[in-house]
């Protein structure tokens, strides 16, 4: 039992200690000494200097050939065929016109429109301005009423002043009379009494006569000012509805406007898209090649009538082939970069054609396939090898790599590293694929750069020769 216990404290102790050296190990960030039996004998190992270069990585990519069928023309429009340029054998360009339909009666109604679309925007300016000449009226309307009311609220005023100018005179020649009828009676006693003369009674008397005739005046004039205050504000009542009517007829008229104007603004709409219409229709009396290529038949003959989707002729692609190739998730970015950049060029493996290919566009992806590139031959290829379907193997030229270094595939070792020759001994290097070079043996080049960019590699030599028991530091003789 004790020597168990021994065992196992031996044991514990032991653990301990290699996790304490794990850890300090850890954090000191320090690597373990490579240790090398220093009986080893050297490794003798072929070497090539490594230069770093301006390299044109290349990728073998498989796709399958797509054989192109005739492209067929058809009209979108009804009508006669008024010319035809083309016949059968003849070569056309992408775009040239071949076909050309009767196009009078589209004509005349492209006529028809302009001559309708004028005459309503006329009728729009013209009720615009009479809009605006009838909300000028309508402020001149209620200014014209204010002028208007404010000279009859001036007369009543001056009617107002008079009439109380004239109910004072009524009052001070009514004390005149008073007192002058009194004169009178006092007369009339005096010339009984014969006290007075006959001619000082009637002069009395006539004055008597005179205040009353005057006052009677003076009442009659009263009455006048009160007659034309009522004709007044009679008036001014008449003016403010005069005015009011004028100004809610105004308006009505000024409402309609809007309305007016948005039925024929929305007429030209109308108008404008069916002028669209025809000349959509007027361009497509023209049928032009969708391709380039050579004229496999002509359907229709001069004056003959069609309709729509009626085929007219059908034109052979120049470029009968495309090469569909799937894109590894790895080549994705930089294939899509040398799209928009026009470098990504291409050309067949394992086959005696030798014509090179352009990247043409990048297919959308689909939920369950890999993103697809099409390529198209830089010139017209007629062969009997290739057809629909064919399986076949890509060599794609990528965008320029600058800075990176050109290895034989035998020197690559597992975990993506290489071994270099550093003071007589093996260096290990975790290197980044960027891609293949093919030369003109058809050997095989990798094409890489270091994982880390700290390590310096320039101008080391690069053990080019793979040994299976190769490990870091193990003495190198280098023999080539």
Known sequence: MKRNGIRQLVINTGIVVIVLGLGYMLFTRQPLPVV??????????????LVAGDY?????LYGRVDVHTPSNIHTKIQGEVKNIYIKQGDRVKHGQVLLVLDDDELQRRALHIQAEKKAKQEDINTIKVRHEHELERLKKLKDQEAIQLEAIESAIRVEHIQHQSLIKDIEHNTQILTLEEKQLKRMENLVTKQAVSDVEYEKVKQSVFNQKSRIESLQAQLEGHDDRLTKLNQDKKQVSMNT????????????????????????????DLNRQDVEEDIKDTRLTSTVTGKVAEVMVTQGSFVRPHDVMAAI????????????????????????????????????????????????????????????????????STLFSGLPVLLRVNL??????????????????RVFVVDDQKAEAVTIQKIGYQWDSQNQTWLLVKPM??????????????????MIPGMPIEVIS
Do not use: C, W
């Open 244 to 271: 009011e009517l004028a100004i809610n007829q105004l308006k009505q008229s000024i409402q309609t406007y809007p309305h007016q104007l948005a039925i024929l603004e929305q007429a030209l709409v109308t108008l």
């Open 56 to 60: 044109v990585p290349q990728a073998a």
């Open 452 to 469: 880390n960019e700290t390590s310096i590699i320039e101008g080391k030599h690069l053990i080019t020769q793979y040994m299976p028991d």
């Open 399 to 416: 965008p320029k790599q600058n800075n990176i270094y050109r290895i034989p595939m035998t020197a690559l070792y597992p975990g993506n």
């Open 36 to 49: 090398v039996n220093p009986t080893i004998q050297a490794k003798r190992a072929e070497t090539m200097p």
């Open 316 to 383: 052979l692609p120049e470029q009968a082939y495309e090469i569909k190739a799937q894109i590894p998730s790895s080549y994705y970015q930089e294939i899509e970069e040398g799209l928009k950049q026009g470098v990504i060029t291409a050309e067949l493996m394992d086959t005696d054609l030798t014509q090179t290919m352009t990247l043409a566009r990048l297919l959308p992806q689909s939920a369950d396939s890999m993103r697809q590139a099409v390529f198209v031959f830089d010139q017209t290829v007629e062969s």
